[in-house]
């Protein structure tokens, strides 16, 4: 497994996606090999009319692979970027307006307490070895 050069990358892919939460924690993406991701915005979004709803924004980490520069320990984890937030009735969550990039073989996951109460967006790049 190689960790792709940002810099000459051979394509930029733009895109979206989005998701009617279950109630247990999702793979939603999962990167493959050669390819980065980027992820540009999440957005959550309460769909109950009456009720605030949780939400959990996960992302497992594979196995990590040599940067220059970078001494990488640990890894195969899984690592919460939000955990048991609670988004008000009918309201939307900017969970992430910082872009983020997730190598190969690492996995955006997320769950709401209750299924099919919260939509999840996000924005995105692929950046293509």
Do not use: C, H, Q
């Not at 793979?27 to 999440?42: F, P, Q, S």
């Amino acid at each position: 497994m190689a960790n792709p050069n940002i810099v000459a990358v051979a394509t930029i892919e733009g895109g979206s996606l989005g998701w009617n939460l279950t109630d247990s924690l999702a793979d939603l993406v999962t990167v493959a090999n050669e390819y980065i991701l980027k992820i540009n915005r999440i957005v959550a979004t309460n769909v109950d009319g009456g009720s605030a709803m949780d939400l959990d924004v996960a992302v497992t980490i594979g196995a990590p692979t040599a940067m220059t520069g970078v001494t990488v320990t640990g890894g195969d984890a899984t690592t919460y970027l939000a955990s048991t937030i609670s988004i008000p009735a009918d309201a939307s969550l900017v969970v992430l307006d910082t872009p983020i990039y997730l190598r190969e073989t690492d996995i955006l996951k997320a769950k709401g307490s209750t299924a099919a109460k919260i939509d999840l967006f996000i924005s995105f790049e692929v950046l293509i070895d």
